[in-house]
Every structure is written in structure tokens, then in C-alpha cells.
């Protein structure tokens, strides 16, 4: 299915104020109420919104350490990266995890409470990740910018 301007600046918009209700949003992007609310269903529907999320602050729920983590596998076959990927999807701390074209197999990303805190995730989670060869890490001193909205 193809979207049009209308079903961009929807989207657009609901990226940023997902809580926004159906009539402030048919006024933002100037259409009546029910054909905005025709037009969300059909996006949620087709897929383009995949779900709705609250974005928490990591500092307010003791998070505020993010980690950027390189990590080498010691080889390429599908069985060592569906291990890999298998178990790494079940540690809470890590947020994110990509398959990378490059030096590293994969990078993670990762969130603690602070250095003493990713040493324990370490230890316990990442060290015994299946197939790792070798592991680098990188501490975020700040975070300059950061979105959740795509470009539509």
C-alpha cells in the first residue's frame, strides 16, 4: 500500500505525540475527525504503526548508563548466529541488537545504572553469550541528540 501526504503528516505527527487525541490530530494535519480516524486504523492495519509506547526517562528509573557494545563472533555459520541472537534477546539490559557489515559481527546497545552496574551485565549476561570472540565496549559520555521518529 502506498501513502500519501495526508497518511506522512499523520505519522509525523503521531511520532511525536502518540497520546495526541483523534480530533487534535485531524486539526494538526487539517481533516475532519472521522477521516482521520479512518486513516490511523488503516496504518495501524497495514502496518506502518507498528504499536504505541511510552518513552521513559533512563535517569528517573535509574538507567542512565548507555553502552555501546562491538561484539565479534568467533564464526559466521546460521547455527553460531541464531545462538547468538537467541540468547542475547533474553538479557533485559540490552535495548537494541544489529547484525553489522564491518569489523564488529554485531553491536548492542545497552543500559545501566552505572559502571559497577555493567560489570555485573558483563559477567553475567555478555560474557556467556554464545560463539563471542571478542567483545569491546564504549561508554556514552552524553547523548547529543537521540529520536524515536523516522523520517517519513
Known amino acids: ?46 502496518g506502518f504503526i507498528r504499536d504505541y509506547v511510552a518513552l521513559l526517562d533512563p535517569r528517573r528509573v535509574g538507567r542512565p548508563t548507555t553502552v555501546f557494545v562491538e561484539i565479534t563472533l568467533s564464526g559466521q555459520a546460521d547455527e553460531v548466529l541464531d545462538a547468538f541472537e537467541r540468547e542475547v534477546a533474553l538479557i533485559p539490559d540490552v535495548l537494541e541488537c544489529h547484525l553489522m557489515a564491518g569489523t564488529a559481527d554485531y553491536i548492542l546497545k545497552v543500559v545501566a545504572e552505572d559502571t559497577e552496574d555493567f ?4 559477567r553475567r549476561h555478555l560474557a556467556r553469550l554464545p560463539g563471542v570472540a571478542q567483545m569491546q565496549s564504549s561508554f556514552a559520555l552524553r547523548t547529543v541528540f537521540k529520536t524515536t521518529a523516522l523520517p517519513v
Open 1 to 46: 500500500m502506498e501513502i500519501d501526504d495526508t497518511d506522512r503528516r499523520l505519522l509525523t505527527v503521531l511520532q511525536k505525540r502518540g497520546r495526541i487525541t483523534n480530533a487534535d490530530l485531524s486539526d494538526a494535519v487539517n481533516l475532519s475527525p472521522s477521516a482521520c480516524h479512518r486513516r490511523v486504523r488503516r496504518l495501524e492495519s497495514e
Open 119 to 122: 560489570a555485573r551485565i558483563h
